[in-house]
C-alpha cells in the first residue's frame, strides 16, 4: 500500500503525558495536512504544510499541540501535557498542490487519554 | 466562516430505492464542494467533486447556488453503498486556503435488503 500511512494506530496515554504521531505522506505529494475527529463529528481542519513551511493553523491548535515537516517528507504531530479533551482520531492527508488536487487521508491514530 | 450541514445522521433506505443525502453549505464566495465516503474499516476517501461533473459508483451530485446545496444522489441503492459519506467545502483556490477542507457531520447510510 503506497497511501498515507501513520503511526501508531492507537495510543492510550495518562494525562499529562507528551504523545507524538507520524505522518508518512504520498511521495510525490507535497501538501500535508492533519485533522482531528471526534466521536459524531467530521474531521476538524488542524494544520497544513506546504513542502516544510505551515502555512495555516486553526484556532483548535491550542499551543500544546506542534507539528512539523522538517524535511518536506514526513510529518510529525506532537501533544504536550495531554488532556481528556483530546483523545480523539488524529488524521493525516496529502494532497498535490495544484487546484482541487484531492486529499488523500491515512487510517488516523485514535488518541485515548485516561 | 464556512459551514456544512448535513441534516441527517442516518439514512436508511432498502436495495434498489433512491437515495438522497442532503448537504447544504455556507460560504461568502464560490467554494468548490467534494463528497467523501468511509467504508467499514477503511479510509476516508474521495467520492466525487462537483468541479468534475461526473459519476462515481453511480452517485452524482449537482451544485446548486441559490439553495446552497450539493445533495448526493443516485437512483438505485445497492448494498455495497452502505457507509459514512461527509461532504466538504473547500475555499475557492483564487482566495488561498489551499484545499483545506471543512466538513459536514457526515450521514450513515445503511442500504437493507
Known amino acids: 500500500d503506497t497511501g498515507v500511512s501513520q503511526d501508531p494506530r492507537h495510543k492510550i496515554t495518562k494525562r499529562g503525558q507528551n504523545v507524538t504521531f507520524r505522518c508518512d505522506p504520498i511521495?510525490?505529494?507535497?501538501?500535508l495536512y492533519w485533522y482531528r475527529q471526534t466521536l459524531g463529528q467530521g474531521p476538524e481542519f488542524l494544520t497544513y504544510f506546504q513542502n516544510e513551511a505551515q502555512l495555516e493553523k486553526s484556532r483548535l491548535l491550542s499551543d500544546r499541540f506542534s507539528a512539523e515537516r522538517p524535511k518536506g517528507s514526513f510529518s510529525t504531530l506532537e501533544i504536550q501535557r495531554t488532556e481528556q479533551g483530546d483523545s480523539a482520531m488524529y488524521l493525516c492527508?496529502?494532497?498535490?498542490?495544484?487546484?482541487?488536487?484531492?486529499?488523500?487521508f491515512g487510517n488516523g491514530t485514535r488518541l485515548t487519554v485516561t | 466562516a464556512q459551514r456544512v450541514t448535513q441534516p441527517e445522521k442516518l439514512l436508511s433506505v432498502f436495495k434498489g430505492a433512491p437515495v438522497e443525502l442532503k448537504c447544504n453549505y455556507s460560504y461568502s464566495g464560490s467554494p468548490e464542494l467534494f463528497w467523501y465516503v468511509q467504508y467499514s474499516r477503511q479510509r476516508l476517501q474521495l467520492l466525487l467533486r462537483?468541479?468534475s461533473r461526473e459519476s462515481i459508483k453511480g452517485f452524482t451530485a449537482d451544485l446548486n447556488k441559490g439553495e446552497t446545496s450539493f445533495h448526493l444522489k443516485k437512483p438505485f441503492a445497492q448494498e455495497e453503498d452502505s457507509a459514512m459519506y461527509y461532504c466538504a467545502l473547500s475555499p475557492n483556490i483564487l482566495t488561498g486556503g489551499g484545499n483545506k477542507l471543512t466538513f459536514g457531520t457526515g450521514t450513515q447510510l445503511k442500504v437493507e435488503l
Open positions: 462537483h468541479i
Open positions: 492527508a496529502s494532497s498535490l498542490s495544484g487546484r482541487n488536487s484531492p486529499l488523500h
Open positions: 511521495s510525490e505529494h507535497n501538501r
